[in-house]
């Protein structure tokens, strides 16, 4: 099993920047793909990036179109950490963010809920106009 903690959300202004960093911890060796989902008020919870763990593609990254060029996902080995930089927010982000642990590889469909099997509590960011 495997625990996962996020951390770093918070409130910001439009244009404004925050980064989310999630901590796992237990068995973590299974793990293939970490991603970081969302889910804003009244909808879906929803894929936002992903990056492979097991050295398959160790620069490709995922992003769903609405946050490509605006958020940037990295890992810290040393750390067993991955993070979500997020720049441009703007109100449309405002979301419970997620991060999520998944045995299947980024490259089978990351944005899929139940390709996940750990999750996070959530780290709530908002962003006012």
């Known amino acids: 099993q495997v625990q996962l903690v996020e951390s770093g959300g918070g409130s910001v202004q439009a244009g404004g920047s925050l980064t989310l960093s999630c901590v796992s911890s237990g068995y973590t060796r299974d793990t293939k793909c970490m991603g970081w989902f969302r889910q804003r008020p009244g909808k879906e919870r929803e894929g936002v990036a992903a990056i492979p763990t097991d050295g398959s593609s160790k620069y490709y990254t995922y992003y769903d179109d609405s946050v490509k060029a605006r958020f940037n996902i990295s890992q810290d080995n040393s750390e067993n950490s991955v993070s979500l930089q997020m720049t441009s927010l703007n109100p449309e982000d405002t979301a419970m963010y997620y991060c999520?642990?998944?045995?299947?590889?980024?490259?089978?469909?990351?944005?899929?809920?139940?390709?996940?099997?750990?999750w996070g509590r959530g780290a709530q960011v908002t962003v006012s106009s």
């Open positions: 999520a642990a998944s045995t299947s590889r980024c490259s089978d469909a990351w944005y899929l809920k139940f390709r996940y099997g750990s």
